[in-house]
């Protein structure tokens, strides 16, 4: 017997792109856990290629995985991992916010243009600016939530995934420096509410080669665990 296969067509909106030309890999992975099972339980996303723009590409979901084509080429695949995501550690708000003057990417951005990370208007951008947490190995930067990144049924978990992805870059990246994401696991325990305040936490956990990898976190005030992720980035050669 087989599973038959559920077919949408998704196309990223130029907005939520990270590197020119492609989509933010954090809103791919949230968009697929979401696919998935709502990103309740932790979903692994692994980016095979770079996902276009403004191109209609395939949303398949068979059995417990989605995957995300453009024509025969494969470019996403999620899968549910039995894994509970944890945070790097909690930062209270203010000092999260203070240390987003730290940020490298304020000196030299390689993706000036990202939808997370990137140097974009108020509104537009998320403009997620970690630095350094004084007397820690944590990167950390405040949420003013925007309401412009509010659907109908609140903050998506596309917009959860991006504000994830970038910061567990930034744990190892000085400025000017870059890599691609090639994996992220996504676990969204609570919402994320329009107009509300939250800390953005990352840490480096390993390298290997030229695999760096990542945690990262958003937190309430209180220090509730919002959503969690671990990343792995690849450096260019």
Known sequence: MTTAALQTVLTVPERFRGPVGVA???????????????GRSAVEVTLHAPTPLETELRLEHVANTVSLSHGDKLLVEAIPVAEEL???GFVPFNDAARAEAGFAGLKAHPFAECFACGLREPGDGLRIFPGPVEGTDLVAAGWRVPFTVSGEDGVPASIVGAVLDC?????????GESALLG???VQINRPVLPGGRYSVVARPTGRDGRKM????????????????????WIAPR
Do not use: K
């Not at 890999?25 to 099972?37: F, K, R």
């Not at 005030?221 to 919002?226: I, N, P, R």
């Open 183 to 185: 994996r992220l696991a």
């Open 213 to 232: 990898f990542g945690q990262s976190a958003i937190y309430e005030v209180d220090g509730t665990l919002v959503a969690a992720a671990r990343a792995t």
């Open 167 to 175: 910061i567990s870059g930034w744990a190892h990246f000085g400025p």
């Open 24 to 38: 933010n890999g954090g809103w791919i992975a949230g968009t697929m856990a979401e696919a998935l099972n709502g």
């Open 86 to 88: 944890q945070g790097p």
